[in-house]
């Protein structure tokens, strides 16, 4: 099986920056898309990033400008770094991975982390 395990979330003020990392592990052959997703109190999970292996990236209209994404393909590890954080950022951020080949295995699985909180205060 494969787990996600994110990390760096945490209480911050308006205008400061945090860095979420997500380590994905088990017998894994390749990851296609690695992402962040988030959802706030009463809304939608939407997505906020994502990169593929070959580093194309995609973001979300809110976060341009603000947030990068990234990831260390021999670490099957994504970051996003959060810069200029709002209070309308304030939510469970999710790792996400998509199209993920496991050694021996011929289809992609797609898998989440279990959430890391991002609390932002004005």
């Known amino acids: 099986q494969v787990q996600l395990v994110e990390s760096g979330g945490g209480l911050v003020q308006a205008g400061e920056s945090l860095r979420l990392s997500c380590a994905a592990s088990?017998?894994?052959?390749?990851?296609?898309?690695m992402g962040w997703y988030r959802q706030a109190p009463g809304k939608q999970r939407e997505l906020v990033a994502s990169?593929?292996?070959?580093?194309?990236?995609n973001y979300a209209d809110s976060v341009k400008g603000r947030f990068t994404i990234s990831r260390d393909n021999a670490k099957n590890t994504v970051y996003l770094q959060m810069n200029s954080l709002k209070p309308d950022d304030t939510a469970v951020y999710y790792c996400n991975a998509k199209n993920v080949l496991l050694v021996g295995k011929s289809w992609g699985m797609e898998y989440w982390g279990k959430g890391t909180l991002v609390t932002v205060s004005s």
């Open positions: 088990g017998s894994i052959f390749s990851i296609h898309t």
């Open positions: 990169i593929t292996t070959g580093g194309s990236t």
